[in-house]
């Protein structure tokens, strides 16, 4: 194997946090470019700092806050850019970086598709019965009636209420089923006019047999599925949440599968999930609200998983990786966290 780098040029990365998963993705990233990696699988904080001496860049991915005094120490130790190897950023501490000129970048979209793929996988299981067939075959019971008749994709009109990258991923592929995409978003892409109807979110609400959220978690979107947006969709509609757990009220996502107004509804995050996910208790530890959701049938629950494929972890792992040597060397990346 012949290294790209320059033996002069060759850079030591400090890999905080590092999972198992990542491992095979920095050894072919390593061999690749020549640079070298160390990894720890603790996060950067006030103690683990000091580890970054004599390196001359790091990454981390953590859900722990990055507190003031670590970017004196890291400014201290000539290191001068913290690239995050996730999307949400808010670990850090932007202006205390920035007034000790710490570079910062994040992956912002390590695999649109993962996620899409997921939430395409889950409506199928909803419209399939899957979870309600499994229940009763586990009790011996193979008839069809166990389960009931499904509806087929090409048939259903989907609202997807935020088409960004995610969004977008998933439309095309219902698009590309037969399905209609009625699109809900301030901002309107003209690319996307192919395999989206743009509409207003109450003409996609009085339309669409499946909502599907994928907006960001702002001031706007926080519990935007609340009693008057559930009065407005028509009954038998299927709701899919695989953005943020803040943006549906769950005592009305509740009321609405216990009235039937939901015919399902299938979800990868919830307001109260660090309580619960990534944890392993006993099933009676769970939340009361989690509890008695996940007894429906028609209510599937993931443990924010959507993310998680094999291209997904290689994408954050090479993209911070890159744009940490970038930075270093003064270059530009589109990953930047800009001032
Ligand atoms: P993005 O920024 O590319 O797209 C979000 C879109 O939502 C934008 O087009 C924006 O204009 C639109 N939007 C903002 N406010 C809106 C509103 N009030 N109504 C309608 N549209 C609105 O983001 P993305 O990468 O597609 O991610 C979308 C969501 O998915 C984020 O909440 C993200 O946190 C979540 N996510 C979940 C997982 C998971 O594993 N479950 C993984 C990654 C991201």
Same mark, same amino acid.
């Given at each position: 194997? #012949? ?9 030591? #990365? ?18 690749? +470019? %020549? &640079?070298?990696?160390?990894?720890? @699988? ?7 700092? @000091?580890? =970054?001496?004599?390196?001359? =860049? ?7 806050? #990055? ?12 290191? !001068? ?17 920035? =007034? &000790? ?6 992956? $912002?979209?390590?695999?649109?598709? $993962? #996620? ?12 399939? &019965?899957?979870?309600?067939? @499994? ?11 166990? %389960? ?41 892409? $003209? ?9 207003? /979110? ?21 519990? *935007?599925? @609340? ?8 009954? %038998? +509609? ?16 509740? !009321? $609405? ?56 972890? !290689?994408? *954050?792992?090479?993209? =911070? /990786? ?18």
């Amino acid at each position: 194997l #012949i290294a790209s780098a320059p033996l002069e040029d060759i850079m030591k #990365i400090l890999m905080y946090n590092t999972v198992s998963d990542e491992m095979p993705y920095v050894e072919k990233w390593t061999e690749k +470019t %020549g &640079h070298e990696v160390v990894t720890i @699988d603790q996060p950067l904080n006030e103690t683990t700092v @000091d580890r =970054a001496k004599g390196f001359d =860049a790091i990454t981390t991915q953590q859900t722990t806050a #990055i507190n003031v005094p670590v970017y004196a120490q890291l400014a201290q130790f000539n290191i !001068k850019q913290i690239a995050i190897r996730q999307v949400g950023y808010d670990v850090l501490d932007l202006p205390e970086a920035f =007034a &000790h000129n710490i570079r910062l970048s994040n992956v $912002a979209a390590y695999s649109p598709r $993962a #996620i899409a793929e997921y939430t395409l996988t889950q409506l199928f299981n909803l419209i399939r &019965h899957n979870k309600k067939f @499994d229940r009763a075959m586990n009790t011996g019971d193979y008839t069809w009636a166990a %389960g009931g008749q499904a509806r087929e994709i090409h048939d259903l009109t989907v609202a997807v209420i935020g088409v960004g990258r995610i969004g977008t991923a998933l439309a095309e592929m219902l698009h590309a089923l037969g399905a209609t995409v009625l699109g809900v978003d301030p901002i309107y892409r $003209a690319q996307n006019e192919p395999f989206v109807t743009y509409t207003t /979110l109450d003409d996609a609400l009085s339309r669409a047999d499946v909502i599907s959220f994928h907006t960001p978690l702002n001031d706007e979107t926080r519990y *935007m599925a @609340d009693e008057n947006f559930f009065a407005k969709i028509q009954p %038998g +509609t299927i709701m899919l949440n695989f953005a943020r757990g803040e943006i549906v009220d769950m005592v009305e996502l509740e !009321k $609405a599968l216990e009235s039937k107004l939901l015919a399902g509804a299938a979800f990868d995050v919830t307001p109260n999930e660090n309580d619960f996910m990534n944890q392993k208790q006993d099933i009676t530890a769970l939340p009361a609200d989690v509890k008695r959701l996940i007894e429906y049938d028609n209510f599937l629950l993931s443990p924010h998983i959507a993310f998680y494929t094999n291209t997904a972890i !290689k994408n *954050m792992v090479e993209m =911070a /990786l890159n744009d940490a040597v970038t930075m270093v060397n003064g270059g530009v990346t589109e990953n930047e966290i800009l001032r």
